[in-house]
Every structure is written in structure tokens, then in C-alpha cells.
């Protein structure tokens, strides 16, 4: 059985009547849950151990361009010979295309012999143009030169060479199907030239396979799933200057604009959040349904460049386009219904947000505060995404081992190689998405911990308020912010890793059953009888439970920490019976209060992923070298950052409502239920239960 707490907290009596001349915060604290602090320390030398590793192997180019039969990345300056700006893999060897894309075929399109180009070739409208491999050997050209004769040096070849072409051998090949630039790969359009065909029949060429198949080959390829995963990651990369503004200033400036108008105009605003919420997720949807191509002429389209408005490429990222805009319909619809139902109990959340903004003016540096998490936060997702191109991009450039015909000439031995022509890979180990899944949970959870540390802060700055009646006292030192900073430095840091590690580890094994589970349901193995559905439903349904109770009583346990440098368990035991008892009193008005601060949480993401959509359909992202294949990530990256930046600034109101309120429920059992440190305000929102009843209920 816990003892009283007003001897821990502050100078009044404690239900013993003992008194206790120590501060109104503890001050007499020691180091708590330190081996889970030594535990995170060792996390983060992994985590810079783990992305050097990412930093050394990998080269974020691969998620976009492809490799050519050297094994150079198009696009890399690095490469030999220099391919910057020859960004578009072209395969040379129609018959080689063909062959990959018939249904039994052993040979792989991985294999078929590929350049690195500045433009996608077109047949000839008189003639036969050319495409010949990089100069070298006896063709004495520059690499400037040989784009600028359109990558055709025919006239340079021997006889030996010009038959070695005209068997498909190479070094020069014939462009006989027209192509175009789909996400930096040249995909044959299967409607060859009759012309060029005609000149190549005339001078002695083999026969070259006309079908559908050579559409298709190279068309699963751009669509296989590595490939619409690479180019995700690519796009965040590529739209960095969104991410920096919509993910980043965007909501900062909006969460502070958020809080100032809490400080001034309280009443009115739950009203204009409840708006505003439901404004900004039509907006989303609807623009969900632009890129669909379900509303106007604005679906994205997998073709770069200038092309024939009659040629269609379909995409995935189109079906998950449309896909995203069925599920935010859904999410739009069940979100206006609920924000209609709550209309009636805003009155009540009203007066919990009085409370807060009277505390935001007192201790006005609450308002500052969260910049400082902000900046740590913003230099370690800087640091973090970088990683994680070069750990998603990592593995090895390597020969595949083949056993298919796939000679081709070689300009320095002077003869067609039939031992080493097998196109180039990167090859990956298991232990990379050993590596990438910890990456992703260390961000996860250092996330999870600067947000707890922030929200541990403005708790402890909050409860100095609270037990100082509301007045500025000498018990309250001049800079409470500070001061509660210096606190959790010196003894809580490992109650903190240990809290936001117990969210992260649930987090993750979340992820990892709903992975399972949407594998199962492709193999189309999940459980067909009632009962297996309904234990695969109910267990779904717990996990969010659990996943939901431990985010509160997180919460709770950070406030605890704060007033009384507890251990994380202690902490979280005396808030969860803190709150067990009093739940009749404060439950309504904590909950509505919450959902309001989540609302406008909300507001600011929402607000974050709009102008990503605006940015994101100019110019510079629609067109060339910065396309992005798809809106959908990087929109939900900058939906997710404008979420951790808002949640940052809006702890200052949330845990100021917390604090307050789990400081009453430990005044009033200090003092025979009637709290003597509690502001009027408080105490007629708590207390007067007919007037709630008359709020949320009406007349």
C-alpha cells in the first residue's frame, strides 16, 4: 500500500499529519531504471554502427535507375565510363526482351544486355538508326561524342563487327521498336518500325520476334514490387524540400499558432478545430481522388517526359493510389459522423482548455519549450532518413550466374564473349532486413523517447504551478521548465527509454502480425470456418487495446515521474490507482478533452499533407530528373512528421490537463476529498456534476 503523497510533493500536511519541509517538487530523488538507460546508450552506438554499414555499402541511385551490362548505376558520375545525366536504361537486344517475357523462358530480363542513355531511342522515319555499346577499344570516340551521333557509331565497325550486329551480338544494335521513359527505363512499345525492320531485313539481320510479349516483359519488371518499393523510397528522397517544409516548418509555425490562440481565444477554438478537422480531410480525399484519376484529368501517369497521348502505361502505384482514396473515403466518413456526435460535449472540453491556457499564461516558457525537442528531433530524422536510402539501397553489385545464350562483342578483347555476358544485380542478404527493421525501430523508439522526455518536462513544470495554488511562489523556481529539465537529465532518463521502449516493442510486434496477416491473406490461407475468423478479429482487436492502454498509462507514468522521481513502475502504479479511483470524476471530462487536442493534432498533419499535395503537383516534381513516381509516400511522410511536430506542441495543453488533473485526484485524497491547491476553474468543471450532466446530455 503506497503512502500519501503530500509529504513527497508539497508543504501542506500529509492524511498522517506529518509535515514535510522539502520543495513542491521532490528534490531528494536518486537514479532511476539505470540499466535501461545503459541499454538505450548501447542502442544508439548500434544504430551509428548499423548505418555506417549503410553508409559504406549502399548508393540511394539504385532505387531509381537501373544497371547497365557493366554493372555501373545509370546516372552515377562515379561510374566508369562517367554516366551522369545518362539516366534511362535502354535494353539493346529486342530478341533478348522477347525471350525474357515468354511464359517458360529460363532467361531473365536481369540478363539481357542493357545501357545507361540520355533519351529513349525512336525508329527511324527512313532508315535504320543505331544504338552501340559505350566506346572503347578501337572505336575512338568520347562519351560525348557518341551521345551526340545519338549513340550510333555503325559506320566505325569492322566487318566483323557489323556481322556481329547484325547477328545481335553487338557492339551495335538495332532500334526497331519505338520506347518510352517509364520511370527511367525504356519500355518497348510492341509496334516495330515497318522501315527500320525492312532496312534491317535488307541487310542480312536475323529475324526479330514481333509480340505483345516484348511489351510485357519489360513492363513486370518496372512493376514488380521491389521495383514500386525502391521508387517509393526514392520519391522521399527526391522531395526532401517538401519534407523539410510541409514536415517540418509548416507545423511548427501551425502547432505554435495553435497554442497562442488556446492562450487567447479558448472558447472559440474546440469549435474551429471541429471545423477545420473535417474541412481538411475532405480536402485530402478529394486530392487522393485527383491523383486517382477519379476526379478531372490529374492521375499520375508512369510516363517521364513528352510522349504520344495514345500510349497507356498502366502502374501499381495508381492501383495504390486509388486504393488509399477507398480507405480515406471510409476514414472521412466514420471522422465527420463522430466530430457531429461530440458537438455537444465540446461546452465540456471547453472548460478543461480554460484550465490549460491559464497555466500556458502563467508559465509562459511552456510555449518555447518544445522547440528544443523539435530541433533534436529534426537533426535526428536528417541523420535518420539518410540512413535508411543507403541501408534500403545497400547489398552488392554483382554478375548474375546464367546459363542462357547471351553473347555479345567486346570492343577491348576484339571478339564476342559468350563466358561473361551476364547482366548485373544487386544482391542481397538477410542480414540487410535484419538491418533495416533495426533501423526502423531505433527511429521508432527514439521518436517515442524525445516525445516522452518533452511531455515529462512540461509535466513537471506543470505541477510546480499546480501546487503552488496557481501563484507565483517562491517554491517555484524562476525558470520551472528548466528546472524540471534538469531533473529528468539527472534521474529519470532511464525510467523514460524504458517507458518508450515497452511502446515501441508493442508497436513493433503489431507490425509484425498485421505483416503476417496480409501475407496469409494473399496466399489466401487465412482461416476460412467462423471461429478461426473471429479469434483472428478479437486478437486484432486486443492488441489495439493493449496498444491503447499502454499509451495512456505511459502518459500518466511520465506525470508521476516528474512530481516523484519514481522508477517507470512505480510511477505508472500510483497513476493507473490514482486514476482507478477518481474514475467517475474525471474520466468524461479527460476524454473529450483528449479528443479535442487529437483533432487538432490532426489539423496540423492534415494541413501538412495538403500543401505536400500542392507542392508536390509542380513542375519540378512532375517532370525529368525529380519526378516522383506517386504523391502517396511522401505524403504520408510529411502526414506522419506534421503528426510528431504537432504532438511535440501540443503536450503543452495535453499534459498540462494530465498533470492538473492527476494533481487534484492526489489533492483531494490528500485532504478528505476537497483539494485545497486546485484553481476554481478546475474545481467547477470537476465538481459540478448537474452541470455536466446538462452539457453532454442537453435540455
Not at 102 to 126: E, G, T, W, Y
Not at 326 to 340: D, G, H, P, Y
Not at 516 to 545: E, I, Y
Amino acid at each position: 500500500m503506497r503512502g500519501p503523497l503530500g509529504a513527497v510533493i508539497g508543504r501542506y500536511p500529509s492524511s498522517d499529519g506529518s509535515a514535510q519541509m522539502g520543495g513542491i517538487i521532490r528534490h531528494n530523488r536518486k537514479c532511476k531504471d539505470i540499466v535501461f538507460l545503459v541499454i538505450f546508450i548501447a542502442f544508439w552506438v548500434a544504430m551509428i554502427v548499423n548505418s555506417s554499414f549503410g553508409f559504406n555499402k549502399g548508393n540511394p541511385l539504385r532505387l531509381t535507375y537501373g544497371i547497365d551490362y557493366k554493372g555501373n548505376v545509370c546516372g552515377d558520375k562515379h561510374a566508369h565510363p562517367g554516366l551522369r545525366e545518362l539516366e534511362l536504361r535502354y535494353w539493346l537486344n529486342p530478341n533478348q526482351v522477347y525471350q525474357s517475357g515468354l511464359k517458360d523462358s529460363q532467361f531473365k530480363l536481369a540478363n539481357a544486355r542493357s545501357i545507361c542513355l540520355l533519351d529513349c531511342p525512336v525508329p527511324s522515319d527512313d532508315g535504320l538508326n543505331w544504338v552501340c555499346d559505350y566506346p572503347e577499344g578501337d572505336i575512338r570516340l568520347s562519351m560525348n561524342d557518341w551521345i551526340d551521333r545519338n549513340y550510333d557509331y555503325f559506320e566505325f565497325l569492322t566487318p566483323e563487327m557489323r556481322n556481329a550486329s547484325l547477328q545481335l551480338q553487338g557492339p551495335c544494335y538495332p532500334v526497331v521498336f519505338p520506347s518510352v521513359n517509364v520511370y527511367w527505363s525504356c519500355q518497348f512499345i510492341a509496334r516495330s518500325s515497318n522501315i527500320s525492320l525492312r532496312h534491317w531485313e535488307q541487310m542480312g539481320g536475323v529475324h526479330i520476334n514481333e509480340d505483345i510479349v516484348i511489351d510485357k516483359s519489360i513492363h513486370r519488371s518496372i512493376n514488380s514490387r521491389s521495383s514500386v518499393l525502391k521508387r517509393y523510397m526514392a520519391d522521399i528522397g527526391k522531395s526532401w524540400p517538401v519534407l523539410i517544409v510541409c514536415g517540418g516548418i509548416l507545423p511548427l509555425f501551425l502547432s505554435v499558432f495553435w497554442l497562442l490562440m488556446i492562450r487567447h481565444f479558448v472558447a472559440a477554438m474546440p469549435w474551429i478545430t471541429v471545423a477545420l478537422f473535417n474541412i481538411l480531410i475532405i480536402s485530402v480525399t478529394m486530392f487522393y481522388y485527383l491523383k486517382a484519376g477519379w476526379i478531372g484529368n490529374d492521375a499520375i501517369s508512369p510516363i517521364i517526359g513528352q510522349h504520344d497521348p495514345y500510349i497507356q502505361v498502366s502502374a501499381r502505384e495508381l492501383n495504390h493510389l486509388r486504393a488509399v482514396a477507398i480507405l480515406m473515403t471510409i476514414i472521412m466518413v466514420v471522422a465527420v459522423l463522430t466530430s457531429i456526435a461530440i458537438v455537444r460535449r465540446i461546452l465540456m472540453a471547453t472548460s478543461v482548455l480554460k484550465v490549460a491556457a491559464k497555466v500556458i499564461g502563467e508559465v509562459q516558457a511552456l510555449i518555447i519549450f518544445p522547440v528544443i525537442p523539435y530541433v533534436i528531433l529534426g537533426i535526428f530524422y536528417m541523420f535518420w532518413f539518410s540512413a535508411a536510402f543507403h541501408l534500403f539501397s545497400s547489398g552488392e553489385v554483382l554478375q548474375n550466374n546464367c546459363n542462357t545464350n547471351c553473347c555479345a562483342y567486346d570492343l577491348v578483347s576484339k571478339r564476342v564473349n559468350c563466358d561473361r555476358c551476364c547482366g548485373y544485380s544487386v544482391h542481397y542478404t538477410p542480414h540487410i532486413g535484419i538491418a533495416i527493421f533495426f533501423h526502423l525501430f531505433g527511429g521508432y523508439w527514439a521518436t517515442q523517447f524525445f516525445i516522452a522526455c518533452s511531455s515529462t518536462v512540461i509535466a513537471g513544470s506543470v505541477a510546480s504551478y499546480y501546487w503552488a495554488r496557481g501563484e507565483t511562489s517562491p517554491e517555484i523556481p524562476f525558470l520551472p521548465v528548466f528546472a524540471s529539465m534538469k531533473r529528468l537529465i539527472r534521474y529519470s532518463l532511464g525510467s523514460i527509454a524504458l517507458g518508450s521502449l515497452i511502446l515501441s516493442f508493442v508497436e513493433s510486434i503489431r507490425f509484425m502480425l498485421e505483416s503476417m496477416r496480409r501475407k496469409l491473406k494473399v496466399a489466401g490461407t487465412t482461416p476460412d470456418n467462423w471461429f478461426g475468423k473471429v479469434a483472428f478479429h478479437v486478437s486484432r482487436f486486443c492488441l489495439k487495446c493493449i496498444d491503447w492502454t499502454i499509451r495512456s498509462v505511459n502518459r500518466n507514468a511520465y506525470i508521476m515521474i516528474a512530481i516523484t522521481g519514481k522508477s517507470f513502475c512505480k510511477a505508472s502504479a500510483i497513476a493507473t490507482e490514482l486514476i482507478i479511483n477518481n474514475i467517475l470524476r474525471i474520466g468524461r471530462v479527460n476524454v473529450i478533452g483528449d479528443v479535442i487536442l487529437f483533432l487538432g493534432k490532426s489539423c496540423v498533419s492534415l494541413s501538412s499533407a495538403v500543401f505536400a499535395f500542392l507542392m508536390l503537383d509542380t513542375h519540378k516534381y512532375r517532370s525529368a530528373h525529380n519526378k516522383v513516381s506517386s504523391p502517396l509516400f511522401p505524403v504520408l511522410v510529411c502526414w506522419g512528421l506534421g503528426y510528431v511536430v504537432a504532438t511535440l506542441f501540443f503536450a503543452v495543453v495535453e499534459m498540462s490537463i494530465d498533470t492538473i488533473i492527476l494533481s487534484f485526484c492526489q489533492d483531494s485524497e490528500e485532504h478528505q476529498g476537497t483539494a485545497q491547491y486546485a484553481p476554481p476553474l478546475l474545481i467547477e468543471t470537476l465538481n459540478d456534476q448537474s452541470e455536466m450532466q446538462r452539457l453532454t446530455q442537453g435540455p
